[in-house]
């Protein structure tokens, strides 16, 4: 039996491609065997976030805080802004307590914090010896602090002299004399106190103990009570006003 396939039909048949050497690649009529497509003539534009509304902006906002959460803290420190300062003693001063290991300022706020003391009446926090730590508050914060302390069997050190060159702990100061030593632990004291001036609230303060701290070694060191003793802002405005005069 034989089979008779005519002309028409063979010619319909594919036939294998042949390779051109002159031939580009990309040339290439076959759009399968194109790696690259030309580039479009018409970029797209770039996509635009969508904008958000002005009433998406104010859902999103913080919401009002909820009056039953806030604390009794919280409550007095806004009772305390919508009223005139109370009449009492005015200035800071330093309580003075013992500690048995190194700590941060942070630290020591926290601590303070959770034995229910006010952090936000601590102003500053120092570390004028190796045992002991500093923290500087209102006069009027002063006995609620200590009761806080005695009532969590923390003892509050009485009569500290942060000016004493024996708490001086740095070796470099051991072959100093005596005058030099009280000199270097006095300087040490007026830096804590510079540092301490970025935390009062009051800027008359700030100014006048840094128009002190200026003048200081020109005229001589104040009375060790104005040191040692609560800043008193009448008292220290007095003595600057005395010393300007010598000036």
């Known amino acids: 039996m034989s089979v008779c396939v005519s002309n ?20 290439n009529p076959n759009p399968i065997l194109q790696l690259h497509s030309p580039p479009n003539k018409h970029p797209m534009p770039p996509k635009r976030l969508p904008t958000n509304s002005w009433t ?3 859902k999103r906002s913080k919401k009002v805080r909820n009056p039953a959460d806030v604390t009794d803290k919280h409550r ?100 100093m004399s005596l005058s030099k030593r009280e000199d270097a632990a006095f300087d040490l004291q007026i830096n804590r106190c510079a540092k301490s001036l970025v935390y009062l609230a009051n800027r008359r303060s700030r100014l006048l103990l840094l128009l002190l701290i200026t003048f200081w070694k020109m005229v001589g060191p104040p009375l060790n009570t104005l040191i040692l003793s609560p800043l008193s802002i009448t008292s220290l405005a007095l003595w600057f006003q005395e010393k300007l005069w010598l000036i």
């Open 8 to 27: 028409s039909t063979l010619n319909k048949v594919p036939q294998p491609l042949k390779r051109n050497p002159n031939q580009v690649f990309n040339s």
């Open 56 to 58: 998406e902006v104010i």
């Open 76 to 175: 007095q420190a806004i009772t305390r802004g919508f009223n005139l300062a109370p009449e009492g003693p005015k200035g800071y001063t330093t309580v003075y307590f013992n500690r048995s290991r190194r700590f941060t300022r942070t630290e020591v706020r926290n601590n303070l914090h959770l034995i229910k003391a006010d952090a936000s009446r601590i102003i500053d926090v120092t570390f004028p010896a190796r045992n002991i730590i500093g923290v500087l508050v209102h006069l009027q914060y002063k006995d609620n602090l200590v009761s806080i302390l005695t009532k969590n069997n923390i003892n509050v050190v009485e009569g500290f002299d942060p000016t004493d060159p024996k708490h001086l702990a740095d070796p470099k100061f051991k072959e």
